[in-house]
């Protein structure tokens, strides 16, 4: 019988990305996004994962690929996680930690599936051919030309559902609502993140307003992720036919359980770049799976391309401008929507993408 191979190597290494156009929500403004990549070397194959977080991540990510990956067998994949985790305890496992540990679970992930010489969605067990999208973007530092441009630049993609930001001017809010619904006509989706900016009774206002007059039917932390009771009571006594969704900050999968069991969503958000790569995804998927809710893959589109589609709650991926477009700028293999799904590459092991380094190299920023 033939020893399995190990890991030999591995990097982390960040690059921060100036955004196209201001962009803001409704409780932070940002001009730039810093991207955390992780490559693992296991004889000729290499394994690919990344994350979005403070650049410090790459420092925790090679920590913990010195520690604990290298000389490791790459199939252990349960087993890394769990040493990962323990090895986070004394500096804490959430937050920056918990993106660092991701981008690594996410490599490993993608190299175990390059060794069997299989697409990832397929080593996970495909569920569906494709995964549904919402474009996500509608910045509240976007003019009305901007939010309008963006909603119908979406459509034009076949994407019939569509996410705005609100809360930075709760003032103008509903206008900037009417805007975006006149853009988009009646037949598509509307969805609003407030990324917590509101108290729980200006949600409570702003959601039957919403919901009666724009048919907005996702209202997505309407308040603040944490405030598991003020959630609820918008779930239970907002609109019917209203969504409410959070978990985008969840870092691991005791966190969002306690978000189910204080019945505070409607559907559940979880990010694999944060939530502890593709098994941490997975592991809520099972509970979302149990409990059943449906859930949402925030964010980061191409790694989510493939785990959302062995995910059997799954709702949809978000399609998010910015993450999109620096995928497409640095990853060889980005796929684009088709009729509003992302579909996997099955004709290429793991995620099916290269990082493009000598185009990132400008971007590169040290720890």
Known sequence: MNSSPKITSGTASAYTIPIDVPEGDGTFAWNSTTLVVVELACGDGTGLGYTYSHKTAALLAQDLIDKVVVGSDPFDTNALFARMRYEQRNYGREGVAATALSAVDIALWDLKAKLMGQPLVRVLGQMREAVPVYGSGGFTTYTDSQLKEQLAGWLQQGITRVKMKIGAHPEDD??????????????????????????????LSFSETFAKDYRVSWFEEPVSSDDLEGLHQLRTAGPAGMDIAAGEYGFTAMYLQRMLEAQAVDVLQADATRCGGVTGFMDVAALCDAHPLPLSAHCAPTVHTHIASSARPLRHVEYFHDHARIERM??????????????????????????????????????
């Open 330 to 367: 640095l990853f060889d293999g980005f796929r684009e929507p088709v009729q509003g799904a992302l579909y996997p590459d099955l004709s290429t092991p793991g995620l099916g993408i290269a990082f493009k380094h000598q185009d990132a190299e400008r971007f590169r920023v040290g720890v």
């Open 174 to 203: 509903v206008r900037r609502v009417a805007v975006a619904r006149e853009a988009i006509g009646d037949e598509t989706e509307l969805f609003v993140d407030a990324n917590g900016a509101y108290s729980c009774k200006q949600a």
